[in-house]
Nanobody
Framework: QVQLVESGGGLVQAGGSLRLSCAAS????????MGWFRQAPGKEREFVAA????????AYADSVKGRFTISRDNGKNTVYLQMNSLKPEDTAVYYC?????????????????WGQGTQVTVSS
């Protein structure tokens, strides 16, 4: 069992930066591929980024490539999402997810555990 708690969301102007954190409980955190997803009002949840259990493999949605960076610290049971050059269209609730997969996946069905989400609002 893994419990996930996101933090770091907030209100930022376009062009600004935010760093999201996801703290995980459970001794097997390092076994999980971790992902970030987001859901904007009236839209379906979409993939943002994912990282393999050792951190050697990452994957990004085309819409965030070059602007967002996912990383993890297995010693701290934490995964991060550094978001730079934020745009109003990045506004959404951001969710952290964990899945027992060898390779980072973009489908939400590949993840077994989910956090409650943190709101990110980017003003124009």
């Amino acid at each position: 069992q893994v419990q996930l708690v996101e933090s770091g969301g907030g209100l930022v102007q376009a062009g600004g930066s935010l760093r999201l954190s996801c703290a995980a409980s459970g001794r097997t955190f390092s076994s999980y591929t971790m992902g970030w997803f987001r859901q904007a009002p009236g839209k379906e949840r979409e993939f943002v980024a994912a990282i393999s259990w050792r951190g050697g493999v990452t994957a990004y949605a085309d819409s965030v490539k070059g602007r967002f960076t996912i990383s993890r610290d297995n010693g701290k049971n934490t995964v991060y999402l550094q978001m730079n050059s934020l745009k109003p269209e990045d506004t959404a609730v951001y969710y952290c997810a964990a899945g027992l997969r060898a390779i980072p996946r973009s489908a939400s069905t590949e993840y077994e555990y989910w956090g409650q989400g943190t709101q990110v609002t980017v003003s124009s």
